[in-house]
């Protein structure tokens, strides 16, 4: 079993994530933040790569204080946990991650990663270990799922959603496209990663909705069976 995976993000007209600087760039208004931070608090579980943590520093907890407390209300943590796909423990000390919000970070790490580094990181959050060289996501998912953890909304970067969807490990993708162009060959897109080469390989999606939210649209896709 593994927990039902949502992958969500944002991108310019032309399929770019941020700009060639891999900086955080702001793509959606505020009707689509809002959906955003319903989807935290609807999840078990946020998850992101460690070039997402190094490059934009995001927390991943709730804008939204009522949400945060409805979810207390529940017997829940205020904020979903956050998690960190990080296979050297390149994680560092001092995040908004541990300083913004209550609630579980869990980071996975390879066998590869440094034990010192570990040892740091273990005062702040739980840290596992899931792959030899580097972390495979399916003994992520399967180790989520024995923390309780029913949905997990994937956030980025590039290379984590390329891993994710090249191995089929995701059930839905929801794409808000904004009305910009950002360009640079250079600039992350959506599914960064070496790509598939023979059609058969290609991850099929079938379209399960379209809404038009601010001055972009939001595509949701279900993977094909």
């Known amino acids: 079993m593994r927990p039902y995976v949502i992958i969500n993000a944002a991108m310019s007209a032309d399929g770019k994530l941020a700009t060639s600087e ?3 760039t702001k793509i959606s208004g505020y009707d689509d933040f809002l959906r955003v931070d319903t989807l935290r608090a ?4 946020v998850m992101i790569g460690i070039g997402t943590v190094l490059s934009d520093d995001p927390s991943l907890r709730l804008k939204s204080e009522e949400y945060a407390g409805m979810r207390k209300a529940n017997g829940k943590d205020p904020h979903p946990m956050r998690v960190v796909i990080d296979s050297m423990a390149r994680m560092p000390a001092d995040v908004d991650m541990f300083k913004k919000g209550v ?11 440094p034990k010192e580094r570990c040892d740091a990181l273990k005062e702040k959050a739980t840290v596992i270990s899931a792959g030899a060289d580097s972390v495979d996501l399916e003994t992520v998912l ?6 309780g953890v029913k949905q997990l909304m994937v956030e980025g970067g590039a290379t984590l959603l390329w891993s994710i969807m090249s191995r089929g490990l ?4 929801r794409i808000y496209i904004g009305a910009m162009i950002i360009g640079g060959k250079d600039a992350p897109t959506f599914a960064d990663g070496k790509g598939f ?6 991850t099929r999606l079938s379209l399960k909705n379209v809404e038009r939210i601010d001055d972009g649209v939001l595509l949701t896709w279900i993977k094909k069976a």
Request: aromatic letters at 8%; charged letters at 45%; a negative charge.
């Open 170 to 173: 995701f059930d839905e993708i």
């Open 103 to 113: 609630g579980r970070v869990v980071i996975f790490v390879s066998e590869k990663a």
């Open 197 to 202: 080469i023979d059609p058969d390989e290609f």
């Open 42 to 45: 609807e999840s078990d579980a």
């Open 142 to 147: 399967e180790e989520l799922a024995k923390l």
């Open 22 to 24: 891999r900086k955080q």
